[in-house]
């Protein structure tokens, strides 16, 4: 009988740390067939998609709660695979609120579960804690201070490294100089990253008022922006830019951003670690429905929202590297005014970068994905 192994990973995010595992363990074993959610990079490795990111591309409790009708549908096909296919485990990537549905049903047919970058019960829903205890078989976390968190509540988390540094390891890419060179820039050019996240509902806050603080900018620099646009949306996602025609604006990936840019305005998520590895200097901002931010003002426990201050200073920290604007502040006006304060002023970028690189330590381990492969065997 043929082994098999389940997948679940929701976000572009995570398709991309589960693709870096899946191919590192289709090498080992070719004949493996993998089934469940993922995105380009997962179908990239001929995994069976049940169903796709781009489908599951939800932000926040009204918009769950919009389309709770297709997440149930969801989970029963998933569900029916799963008893179809019958795999010998569950690897279950991020994305906790379909995950550990998954998590509790696999727990019920004996099927082993293996969660990797656990949910951030550290943050808010301590309560999931007791369904990991029970449901999870092995956690693998990608921050060095989960391990002693979960530890005090009872469960042995490995940590595996965050899978940023290794996929960072592996670009190939041009330099600064080659960069100005390829795009015709003047030395004096100051760079500016715009990274207003990779969901359809986060792009329709921030892009907007993204656009609005570059093209004050604009105005006071010879300013070039580097735009990252999410791969697994398409054009219509992005119909603000029709007003701002003006700008001058590069197309980049998100991690071309992140390398050249003086300053990026960052959308909290992910892509506040990532532009933490590379030390540029940004601001996170983060705008959502009031409801939302309502409901999870309530819910969450930390000082600060974005990774990379988590990361840097640690949880219950009221220290920043770098600046926040959440909700209201959130404004162009206000990512205008911020985004000066860092660009006049060379030492507290230096500061902020030198900052940011001593951080990425904590995020380091060998080759993660080939050690979470190596973790999957055991259980094929």
Known sequence: MSKKLFVLAGEVSGDMHAA????????????????????????????????DTAQMSLM????????????????????????????????????????????????????????????????????????????VDRLLVIFDFEVEFFRRHGIKAEFVGHPVIEQLAELSSLSREQFFK???????????????????????????????????LSRDYRAVFLFGRAPNLDEAAYRGWSAYRDLAVINCSAYEVMQYSDLALVTSGTATLESLCFGVPMVVVYRTGMLNYLIGRQL????SISLANIVAKGLGSHERVVPELIQHEASGAQMYQTARMILD????????RRELLAARSKLAADSPSHKIAAILQEYL
Not at 300 to 303: A, T
């Open 182 to 216: 390829k795009h015709n820039l003047v030395p004096e050019t100051r760079l500016i990253g715009l990274l207003p996240g990779s969901r359809r509902q986060e792009i329709a806050h921030m892009l907007p008022e993204m656009l609005k603080a570059a093209r004050l």
């Open 300 to 303: 969450v426990k930390l000082k």
């Open 20 to 51: 870096g595992v899946i191919g590192e363990l289709l090498k080992a074993a070719p004949e493996l067939e993998v089934f469940g959610i993922g995105g380009q990079k997962l179908r990239g490795l001929g995994v069976e998609l049940l169903y």
């Open 60 to 135: 926040g409790f009204v918009d769950v709660v919009k389309h709770a009708g297709f997440l149930r549908r969801v989970i029963r096909d998933l569900k029916d695979a799963v008893r179809r296919e019958k795999p010998r485990a569950a690897f279950l990537v991020d994305y906790p609120g379909m995950n550990m549905i998954m998590a509790r049903f696999f727990h019920e047919l004996a099927i082993p579960v293996i969660y990797y970058i656990s949910p951030q019960v550290w943050a808010w829903k301590e309560g999931r804690v007791r369904a990991i205890r029970r449901n």
């Open 345 to 352: 002023d060379p030492d507290m970028a230096a500061t902020m």
